[in-house]
């Protein structure tokens, strides 16, 4: 069996492949060219990917692979329909995040609404005199509305978290109201919104869409224009679900408060002027990224990799149909 790791994943993972077959890692990001040779090359069975190799319909053209082991849970880097027609199993790491996902997404929140990476600059620059009734004051997160876009594995974790912090719970999802049977405990507890009505009343919005066509700046000016001028949007899903420039005018134009943003439009690149705004947390798209998480991952996203090398059906495949 024959790997093309593209990145080197943690050594729980990496160990699995090796034991499995023969393991290549190249010293550097492969270009798009040297991506589709390789998947053509007939010398490689599966390649291991990073959510930043980009898998489209000219790289997967001649593609000769059996499969594309993506270690992240979202697949937006790769062409799944062209995969499909060429009958290249994708496969994911679903689960093993959510938690430490929702975690960031909370962190977001809080830090954003209480102006901690503010607050941080401001001791760490030795302006701290001592206590004073009106240093740095942020918004109330407890008893504030959390309005949550998608309402997959990570949303529902994030809701746990917001309800332990006294918020209340509301969702949207294209599908429409998940029936209580499917809310498990969270029944009763969250309720869902339609977009517009979620957009206009929420404190904050959180981001849990995987990017699609439909997504893709589902956030744009008119939503922004759309939200309560003290509401901060959270996004720990894709970039380019927002439209970043506007989320800057927006920013700057106190046409909302602030944005707690793990991943970005154009990442690593921010738009311009992002970074100079006070009212935004900024994070390195690292919701998954503690030990143990990253870890678990690399184990899942390798044993999805040797049974697609070995021509079986990996526990987590995107495209099953592909398998034949
Ligand atoms: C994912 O898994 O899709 C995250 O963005 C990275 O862990």
Not at 50 to 55: E, I, N, R
Not at 179 to 186: D, I, Q, S
Not at 191 to 206: C, G, H, K, M, N
Request: net charge negative.
């Amino acid at each position: 069996m024959k790997f093309l790791v593209t990145t080197a994943i943690p050594a729980p993972g990496m160990h699995i492949l090796e034991a499995a077959g023969e393991v290549r890692v190249p010293d550097r990001q492969l270009s798009a060219g040297e991506l589709r040779r390789e998947c053509s090359s007939r010398d490689v069975d599966v390649v291991v990917a990073q959510l930043t190799d980009v898998f489209d319909r000219a790289v997967l053209e001649d593609a000769t692979i059996k499969g594309i082991s993506n270690y992240a849970v979202g697949y937006d880097n790769v062409d799944v329909a062209s995969a499909t027609r060429r009958g290249i199993l994708v496969g994911n790491t679903p689960g093993v995040l959510t938690d430490a996902t929702a975690d960031i997404a909370m962190l977001l929140l809080l830090a954003t609404a209480r102006r901690c990476v503010e607050a941080d600059r401001f001791v760490r620059a030795g302006k701290y005199q001592g206590w004073q009734p009106e240093l740095l004051l942020g918004s109330d997160v407890s008893g504030a509305t959390l309005g949550l876009v998608g309402f997959g594995r990570i949303a529902r974790a994030t809701a746990e978290r917001a309800l332990g912090f006294g918020m209340t719970v509301r969702y949207t999802a294209r599908s429409g109201p998940v029936p209580a049977e499917r809310l498990g405990h969270l029944a009763g507890r969250v309720q869902f919104a339609e977009w517009d009505d979620l957009v206009r009343t929420s404190d904050f919005i959180s981001l849990h869409v995987p990017l699609t066509d439909a997504t893709h700046h589902l956030v744009d000016e008119k939503t922004l224009r759309a939200m309560k001028p003290t509401a901060c949007l959270v996004n720990t899903s894709r970039g380019p679900v927002v439209d970043e420039k506007a989320l800057v005018e927006a920013l700057r134009s106190g046409e909302i408060a602030g944005a707690g943003l793990d991943v970005y439009e154009d990442e690593p690149a921010l738009a311009d002027g992002l970074a100079d705004l006070p009212n935004t947390t900024l994070l390195p798209h690292v919701g998954s990224a503690t030990c143990s998480v990253r870890a678990t991952m690399a184990e899942v996203c390798a044993n999805n990799a040797v049974a697609m090398a070995r021509g079986e059906m990996p526990a987590h495949a995107v495209n099953p149909e592909a398998w034949r």
